[in-house]
Each structure stands twice: as structure tokens, then as C-alpha cells.
């Protein structure tokens, strides 16, 4: 027992947990034991157990608040009850629904570390050394994209959160340019509420999401159609920016898509920076998905525009197996982050701003941040850019595997032809014209395979039909092991037909 002489407060020596010298070897002791949790769980031979655990029964051991302590073998029980008995295996091959990858041990690495010291990058005292390495991933990424000398980037929370801070940044650089305006310094003016931003209609949902955020509303975004291969129309662009135009509104925007959530399509990039630049507009492209393919040799030519971007969404915890978060928004030129820096006397007085010793809170929305970019180092250093290019290369031609095999399959219907590494299609009993019988029975394939825990897959609309999605991620798996579940999906199709339509 441990005594504070000033409050005669008794402490059980169980709460003395804090990270430090005194505690290594408890640090060390716990890391093990909970290690060993992690690869009960590995070991697992499903990818979910098939019945959600009913948290009602086990109200006592959801809430926190005990007037005993646990042991650390105790506690790691009662997670293993709650949490990884029940929690779903993103590495199984029988998990294909959405965009989470299987993590590189690297990256475990690397974030255990960044966990234990819990550095925050906010600025230059806290971080120092953290500073250079995040700043170093982003000059990487940038290169590989390449952005200009001037470019500059920061890690964010994931894509939405990058995609806010180009919209952020597009509206607020419009409005000075163009009108002299300092949002930042004076809030709202009604021109703004004639600003337009204009993206695909399979654009990701986080565009009208954060439109609305920044008090814009849904219909500050313009959808512009797209074609057979699921890209945006060049022509209906122009045309969409030209009748907004007419009716009074202002184009400040575009919004590019280097892979969509559901059919992974790449927007023309090349052609759209050429019309941005035509009407004097910022050129964001949204590359969450897409973005990492630029380390490949099958799509590093589909991201040639990239070059062109006032702005730029990556994802690496989609598509460079990290564990979230991990991502980051980059700008073609680092001047414009003035649009989102705040200098407080406590934490960055603009009077000691320093060069050398930069405070990275300044490009940053959030204020503190985890060291995020320490995984992606370590990844690099122990994986290599080759290899992960070389992952992102198999998750794709498994996908065109997979499309090969069961287009000509009368009990399937494509939506489209891969272009990522995504899988866009339905199951469809061709004795039945009911489209309404055919939506039923594949949101009944998804929702049965999932409580069953055989299989994992996602779900989505095309032309106003229900499909099912693909979302392949997982360099490890097979195409036998894509089409054993694409059996899964035919039986149990047949089985709902048989049951209900007979």
C-alpha cells in the first residue's frame, strides 16, 4: 500500500502503472502477457465467431467503474471476453467487405514504440526528433508524387479529415484571391454561399459531408456524371461548371478521385488539371483509396496528374497496410497552410517561429497528435516502397482473377471490370425478373454469411440495384480462397430462392 502523507489518502500499489524507469519490467511484463492474448487471437480460424455477444449480460464487465481493481491477468481475461472473442480479423481471406488491410509487423513496430513514449507532434519541445521523421514520410510521399519543391504535407485522422482541410483551404484561398477576404480572421460572407465545388457522383460521401461542416450546405457540391467505367465525364464537368456559372454561382473547385470507395475508378487527372486551370480553380484529388498506387507499375501512369494538384488525400492505412491512423494531406505549396495556423502564446508565439525548429501545429487542424508517421518509417526501412508496390500489384490481379472466373457465370451479374482492387457484382438467378426478389436475396446472402461467420462482404447500389462488393486488400490471399466464398454466396442464393420463391 502506498501513502500520501499530505491527504492520509491510502493507494492500492496496483495504480502505481505509470511508464518509467521504475516500471520497465512491469512494462516488459504486461507487453508479454497481452502478446500472448494477441496470438490467441491469431489463431483463431474464423474471421468473426458468428453470434454478437449479447453486452447486456455483461454490463459488469463493460463498465469501468469498480471499486476493486484488476490484475493485469484479469483484465486481459475480460478483454479477451469482450473484445477479441468477438472482434472481426481483417487478415482472414474470408474478410473482403471494406477498405481495412492486414497490417505489416513492421508498422506494429513502429506504433508500439510511438504508444510507449506517447510523443505528441504539435510542436518542436515535444517532438524534436519526431518532427524530421514525419517531415521526412511527407517529402517522400510528396517526391513520389511529384509535387513541386514547395509542396508540404502533415498527418491527419484519415482521408475525411484531409479531404475537410482541401476543401478548408480551396475556399478560403478562393475568397482572399478573388475578393479579398479573410475568413479566417472575419468569418462568413454571403459570397461565399455562392462558392461551388464540383466532384464525380461516385465521389466519396466525406465531399458533402464537410461541405456541410464548413457551413456550406450539401448543395455547395455539384456531382458531375460519370462514364461506363464509372470516371468522371469530362464534358458534363465543363457543362456543370458552365451552367453554375449562368445561374449566378461561383466555381472555386474540383474534387478529383484516384480510386472510388466502390468500383476503385480513377477520374482523368491530366485533363481535369487542364480545365481547373482553365477557370483559375484549386485541382484537390482524393487518392485514400488510389493514392498508394503510385508506387506501382500497373497505375503509377493513372496518377500522372497528380504532378498538377493544389492538393492531395492519402490513405496509408488503406493501401500501405498500416494500422489506423495513418494517413495524410498534402499541398502544393506549404503557404497556403496559413489558412488553418493559429499562433497561442503558450504553445507556438509566432515571435519565437523558428525554421529550423518547426511546430508542425501550425499545418494541422488537430492540436495533439499521435507520432503516426513513426509505422510508416518503419515500414519503409524494413518492407521497402518495391515491396508494398509489388502488394498493391497482387490485390489488383486478384481482383481481375476473380472477375474472369464468374462473368460468364449466369448466376452473376458485373457491375464493371476492376480497375483497383475492387469487385462491384450480384448474384442473380436468371429464372426470376423480380428486381426487388434479387435485391432481398443479396442483402440476405450479406447479412446471413455475416452472422454465420463464414464470410465477410460488403454491400452497395448501381443504378438503383442492390450489389455486393469486394474490397480486396489482402496480398496473402487466393483466388481459390475468393472463390470459395464466391460458392458460399451461390448456395446461399439458392437456398433463399428455394425457400421463398418456390
Known amino acids: 500500500m502506498l501513502l500520501d502523507t499530505r491527504t492520509n489518502l491510502v493507494f492500492d500499489q496496483k495504480v502505481d502503472h505509470f511508464f518509467d524507469t521504475q516500471s520497465k519490467y512491469t512494462y516488459e511484463e504486461y507487453i508479454h502477457k497481452a502478446l500472448q492474448y494477441v496470438m490467441s487471437y491469431l489463431d483463431r480460424d474464423h474471421f468473426y465467431p458468428g453470434e454478437v455477444c449479447d453486452f447486456q449480460e455483461k454490463k459488469d464487465l463493460l463498465s469501468p467503474n469498480k471499486n476493486e481493481t484488476l490484475s493485469v491477468d484479469e483484465a486481459l481475461n475480460e478483454i479477451k471476453e469482450l473484445y477479441l472473442d468477438h472482434t472481426i480479423a481483417f487478415h482472414h481471406p474470408n474478410y473482403v467487405a471494406h477498405l481495412n488491410c492486414p497490417v505489416l509487423l513492421p508498422a506494429l513496430v513502429g506504433d508500439l514504440i510511438a504508444s510507449s513514449v506517447n510523443t505528441a507532434v504539435e510542436t518542436w519541445d515535444q517532438s524534436i526528433s519526431a518532427t524530421y521523421i514525419e517531415q521526412e514520410m511527407i517529402g517522400w510521399i510528396c517526391d513520389k508524387m511529384n509535387l513541386p519543391s514547395t509542396a508540404d504535407g502533415v498527418f491527419t485522422s484519415g ?10 483551404l480551396a475556399r478560403d484561398d478562393y475568397a482572399f484571391k ?17 462558392f461551388r465545388f464540383f466532384c464525380s457522383d461516385k465521389a466519396h460521401f466525406s465531399i458533402r459531408k464537410n461541405a456541410a461542416l464548413m457551413g456550406m450546405g450539401y448543395n455547395s457540391v455539384i456531382p458531375v456524371a460519370t462514364d461506363e467505367k464509372m470516371k468522371m465525364k469530362v464534358d458534363a464537368l465543363v457543362q456543370a461548371i458552365e451552367k453554375e456559372k449562368q445561374i449566378g454561382n461561383i466555381p472555386i473547385a474540383i474534387v478529383a478521385t484516384a480510386g472510388t470507395t466502390d468500383f476503385g475508378s480513377f477520374d482523368p487527372l491530366d485533363t481535369i488539371a487542364k480545365i481547373a486551370k482553365e477557370y483559375d480553380i484549386w485541382f484537390h484529388v482524393d487518392g485514400a483509396y488510389g493514392g498508394s498506387y503510385v508506387l506501382t507499375e500497373t497505375h503509377r501512369h493513372l496518377l500522372s496528374g497528380i504532378k498538377q494538384a493544389d492538393s492531395v488525400t492519402i490513405d496509408f492505412h488503406k493501401t500501405m497496410f498500416q494500422p489506423v491512423c495513418s494517413s495524410a ?9 496559413k489558412y488553418i495556423s493559429y499562433y497561442a502564446d503558450y504553445l507556438n508565439p509566432l515571435e519565437h517561429r523558428d525554421e529550423e525548429c ?9 492540436t495533439t497528435r499521435r507520432f503516426d508517421a ?9 518492407t ?3 515491396n508494398i508496390g509489388a502488394f498493391l500489384e497482387k490485390v489488383h490481379y486478384l481482383a481481375l482473377d476473380l472477375y474472369h472466373s464468374i462473368k460468364d457465370d449466369i448466376y452473376f ?16 438467378d436468371p429464372d426470376i425478373e423480380s428486381e426487388v426478389f434479387q435485391d432481398t436475396m443479396n442483402l440476405h446472402i450479406k447479412n446471413t454469411l455475416f452472422k454465420s461467420g463464414q464470410a465477410s462482404i460488403a454491400s452497395t447500389k448501381f ?15 487466393t483466388i481459390d480462397d475468393l472463390l470459395n466464398i464466391i460458392q458460399m454466396i451461390k448456395d446461399t442464393g439458392k437456398s433463399y430462392n428455394n425457400k421463398n420463391h418456390n
Open 374 to 382: 513513426l509505422k510508416l518509417w518503419f515500414t519503409l526501412k524494413m
Open 413 to 428: 451479374e458485373m457491375a464493371h471490370k476492376p480497375e483497383l482492387s475492387t469487385l462491384v457484382f450480384r448474384c442473380k
Open 463 to 477: 443504378n438503383g440495384k442492390t450489389y455486393l462488393k469486394f474490397t480486396l486488400l489482402n496480398p496473402k490471399s
Open 329 to 337: 494531406f498534402l499541398v502544393r505549396d506549404t503557404k497556403h497552410f
Open 178 to 194: 478573388h475578393f479579398g477576404l479573410n475568413l479566417k480572421e472575419n468569418g462568413w460572407s454571403d459570397v461565399v454561399s455562392k
Open 159 to 168: 482521408g475525411t479529415q484531409s479531404n475537410f482541410m482541401a476543401l478548408l
Open 358 to 366: 518547426p511546430n508542425l501545429i501550425e499545418k494541422s487542424i488537430q
Open 384 to 386: 521497402g516502397e518495391k
